[in-house]
């Protein structure tokens, strides 16, 4: 995998995506009879598709401080603040059980929390300027937190008689969730420690090997869904989601690697992600 930071272009590329997904599965969730929510999830997967398009309308080379991406970060950031108003509002009535979609109120600070992570972004591409990348302790808290949502889903989103899948996904949800833990600690620990030492580099590496043994489970389901060979209640872009965000972990991951650890290459687009 190429360790080339990641561009503004391919930024707005990828969180745009995610967020248009996002109002996807809050759309597929809802029971029909939110009409008033279901419209306003649909509203958002337009807002998000057209946006998607102007941004293919801008040349990816383009800097940050250009006049046509900063133009662009200001439109998109009311749409992704709009957004993240909304699934605040639906995660409260969620809690107070005065709403019908089948989300829990955890599955919407997973959400929450990218999408916040763009609006961050946005604050300083709209300037011109480019955004501090986030430390490796913060990296880990926000997508940590997203592998460990994607293999709970994963294993409650499969029928009973998927067992071994079921198990394999149970696994990784543990192992995530333990590295969550172990990452607090590591922040801790920075408190007199210089980042990045011996152990924290360790970590690094085992963290960026069970992304990618992961994401080899979610490919082969993915494969058996494809050829109607999996039994489940998901959908195609509900697995599929995972594989943009792994990449996205990882080439944000990759600079704290050593230059020998292999990762392989992977897309924020088409062929990996429809």
Known sequence: MSEKPITTWEEHQFWLKILEDHAHFVHDYLSPSEYHWVRAASAYIAAFARLREQLRQIPPD????SDAMAALSR???PFASGYYQLEGQLQQLRICNAINVNLSPTYFNGTLDENQEYLRQLEWYMKGEEPPELPLVELFELWLEDQAGHALLLAGGMDPVEREIIEQARTF???F???LLKNRQMRDYLRFTRPMFPAQQVFAQQVAQTVLAFTQLVMMVIDRYRDDEVLNKLTLRFLEHHLPEACYFLRKL???LP???ALPDCQFSKPYFS
């Open 177 to 179: 969730s333990f590295y």
């Open 259 to 261: 230059e020998d650890f």
């Open 62 to 65: 383009l800097p940050t401080e």
């Open 173 to 175: 949800a543990d192992r």
């Open 254 to 256: 990759a600079p704290y």
């Open 75 to 77: 439109e998109i950031y």
